[in-house]
């Protein structure tokens, strides 16, 4: 065994040093002296690398003592691309043996490729001079301009090698960041409904639920997701650097959906109306269904749903027709200028107090409004619930109820009276074609 050992060391060290020297391999076998301790890479725990043509695999080479496979790998490349770059024929591979030193060199118009070793003879199960074969044959097989379907179906096996070879080498890290994934969104929707049940007990509010719960959602999976990254080997500050770039792109790109996601905010946090509420934005009017981040749902009287972004809501004027549990109506009605007004002020109390639906306290005012030409209007004022069919129910009652008690009172409600004055030369004149007109009809 000690004796094996004495032969084998030198040997692959040797076959180290002929990968290096591209020229020539030397006549004795020198020992070269032991090379520094260098950090532990990721491809220095790799096996085997491979030996690329035109960018598509070939083979595989393994390590040799002091020079790692991935090194190795990228020498023979860098000499073939060096081949493939001449104007000059490539001439075939030939495979020269070195009985001496049991090794097999593989050369292209005298210039040496790469050194077939013991050690690769004995990764792959087969001697030294019938690996140097295969191999040979396998690099005159691809220098020569090969076909578009040899070509696709290389590139093709190439990239799924690449492919299989990065999952491997990243499958603990994928399946970290899966699980850390998965961990948070279950997370999420924990706080999400900590953060719901926090704000019932707290706000009462649905509009303010849901923008707690949204928050607290979407901030976990940013944590989650930066975690998520680091353990994928995310350099969080090129990371940051790429935000800042391209971040004044994304602002312009993006200006009017990330006002309408702020403006959204705002409007869960100021809660200038909530959930079933009925207001008047701009020209709309109606019950609101449904606030998101992005824009508010608004069902009008007539069934039309009308989808408001946040951005038109926070920018226009809103009235909140169901903010106080009731709201004033107005009621106007003439009187005749004989008619008592302050008897006329008790009818139209007396009525307005017995419909159903009108809040006694405030209790009805009525008001004299206007002096017309030919009728005191009187402005009656009382109370209803601020629901809109209420409302308007109860003033249509509360006005057909003040019309009926003021005709059974005697109270005359007359319609607007307009009187004419003509001159002296338009009566005349009048007259003349009256009179003209019955003398026509006589005759």
Known sequence: MLLVLILVVPSARLQAQDEANP??????????????????????????????????????????????????????????????????????????????RQIALLTVNNRVLMTVTQQDAADFG??????????????????????????????????????????????????????????????????????????????????????????????????????????????FGTLLGTLGLTSVAIGFSLR?????????????????????????????EGTVVQIQLRATTMRTYDGRLVYIPNQQVFQKSVVNNTDSPVRRSDVVVGIDYDADINAARQVIVEAVTQIKGV??????????QDLAPSTVKLEVRFWVNSRRQSYLQVTSAASQAIKESLQEAGIEMPTEIYTLTFRQGAIDTISAIVAEGSDQQES
């Open 359 to 368: 809040e006694p306290e405030p209790p009805p005012l009525v008001l004299v």
């Open 256 to 284: 009017d959906v990330l006002s309408n996601y702020i403006s959204g905010v705002i409007l869960l946090a100021a809660r200038p109306f909530r959930i079933s509420d009925q207001v008047v934005i701009g020209s709309y």
């Open 23 to 100: 020229e020539e391999a030397p006549a004795l076998p020198a020992l070269p002296a032991s090379p520094a301790p260098t950090p532990d890479r990721a491809e220095d725990r790799l096996f085997f690398a491979d030996v690329l043509v035109r960018g598509q695999p070939v083979f595989q080479v393994g390590s040799l003592t002091g020079l790692t496979a991935s090194d190795r790998a990228q020498i023979i490349n860098r000499r073939i691309a060096g081949l493939l770059s001449q104007a000059q024929e490539l001439k075939p591979v030939a495979v020269q043996v070195d009985d001496e």
């Open 126 to 235: 087969l001697t030294v001079e019938e690996l140097a074969q295969q191999w040979a044959d396998r690099l005159n097989r691809v220098l020569a301009q090969p076909n578009l379907a040899v070509d696709v179906l290389q590139r093709l096996n190439g990239t799924a090698r690449q492919l299989v070879d990065d999952t491997i080498v990243l499958l603990p890290s994928l399946v970290g960041a899966i699980l850390l994934v998965g961990l948070t969104w279950i997370v999420a929707k924990g706080v999400r409904r900590v953060g719901r049940l926090w704000a019932e007990q707290t706000e009462g509010d649905r509009g303010t639920e849901i923008l707690i719960g949204r928050l607290c959602y979407g901030g976990v999976w940013v944590l989650g997701s930066v975690v998520a990254l680091g353990v994928l080997g995310l350099n």
